[in-house]
């Protein structure tokens, strides 16, 4: 079909004017510097080149943008992203924090990693290279978290020590009271699991327990504050990989109590807090103020009555 001569024009007026708004748009150009590298992530070399691939183009002073994310609009996408991506996490800069928030900001990669929401989608969909493979997943895991000692003897061991944790509940264990004079409590291991939680950075599986009382005022939305006569305890064990993919429990690490009672315990938030530590349940703390550590570490969760653990969906 052969277009009008007027038609030929009008495209060509078209194409001219584009052509002209895209050099145009090109000197729009927000600015984007790399600042100086002044306290570098420190990681071996391999994990460093995964990051370096995958991540240091936005969270990093050193951005090196590829020439398609110099053409504007997408230049402008890339220089807001990289701005933005800084302020989240800039491994140029990460070795000015503590060492304890460090690895809690690098947890936090490797999950936004697992979840896809790193990097970018959008940025992956152009930078396939970018992608961390499942390979490449495992060794920035294991720098982070090297794993557990694993294996026969440790297994049966730690099988054996559970294997007493259980059978233990009828035996009244010769135990110290804690400083502040809180008796240990056998019968917690029969009270109801109320949550359970791991922490695969320090190796641990957690569980805490409450009280029928406890059980109770979850039951009838009582929690806020808990009434007199509720207890927590939380056990610690240590984390135990059969090398067959399955943790298991390892070695007993302590139990903690909080006993809530507002009279005898009013100069310590109205809870009692106590912990044994290790299989043979030495009392922790040289005299009762060792209280202060476990209240000023809940002290974020003062308007949750001291307590972390929220009961999932309330009523059981
Ligand atoms: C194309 C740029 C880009 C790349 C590449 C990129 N990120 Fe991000 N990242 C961002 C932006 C933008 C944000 C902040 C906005 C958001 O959370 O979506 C961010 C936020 C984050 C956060 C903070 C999340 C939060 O909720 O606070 C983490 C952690 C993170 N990125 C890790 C990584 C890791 C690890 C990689 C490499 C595997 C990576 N990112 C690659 C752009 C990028
Ligand atoms: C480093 C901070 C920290 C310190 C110190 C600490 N706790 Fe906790 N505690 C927590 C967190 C966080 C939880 C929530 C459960 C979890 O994540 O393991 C918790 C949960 C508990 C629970 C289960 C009830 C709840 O609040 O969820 C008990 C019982 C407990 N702690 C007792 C103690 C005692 C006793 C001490 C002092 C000897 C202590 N804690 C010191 C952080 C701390």
């Not at 152009?126 to 440790?154: I, Y």
């Not at 059969?242 to 109205?270: H, L, N, P, W």
Request: glycine share 6%; aromatic share 10%.
């Amino acid at each position: 079909m052969a277009m009008t001569s007027s038609e030929r024009l009008r495209l060509i007026k078209t194409a001219v004017i584009l052509g002209v708004v895209f050099i145009g748009i090109q000197f729009i150009r927000p600015e984007l510097k790399n600042p100086p590298v002044t306290a570098d992530l420190q990681a071996p070399p391999e994990v460093k080149q995964i990051l370096k691939t995958s991540c240091y183009s936005c969270h990093s002073n050193e951005t090196k943008l590829p020439w398609f994310d110099e053409v504007a609009p997408a230049y402008w996408i890339a220089t807001s992203d990289v701005k933005e991506a800084r302020k989240h996490l800039n491994f140029s800069e990460i070795g000015k924090l503590r060492v304890a928030q460090q690895k809690g900001l690098l947890f936090e990669a490797i999950s936004n990693i697992q979840t896809g929401a790193m990097p970018l989608p959008s940025y992956r969909r152009v930078h396939p290279g970018s992608r961390v493979t499942l390979a490449q997943m495992a060794v920035l895991k294991s720098w982070l978290n090297p794993p557990a000692p694993t294996g026969a003897a440790n297994t049966s061991a730690a099988d054996a020590g559970y294997e007493r944790w259980i059978q233990a509940s009828s035996v009244v264990p010769d135990v110290h009271p804690s400083p502040n004079g809180i008796e240990f409590m056998p019968d917690y291991r029969n009270w109801k699991v109320i949550s359970c939680t791991d922490r695969f950075d320090n190796h641990t599986m957690r569980e805490i327990l409450g009280n029928d009382i406890a059980v109770k005022a979850i039951a009838e939305n009582h929690i806020n504050p808990w009434p007199d006569g509720t207890a927590f305890a939380k056990v610690a064990w240590r984390q135990l990989p059969d090398g067959k993919g399955i943790i298991r429990t390892g070695a007993f690490i302590q139990v903690e109590f909080m006993i809530r009672d507002s009279d005898k315990y009013a100069s310590t938030k109205g809870w009692g807090w106590a912990r044994w530590r290790g299989a043979d349940l030495v009392p922790y703390g040289k005299d009762a103020a060792f209280t202060s550590e476990c209240i000023n570490c809940h002290a974020p969760v003062r308007n949750s009555d001291y307590v972390y653990t929220l009961p999932i969906g309330g009523q059981q």
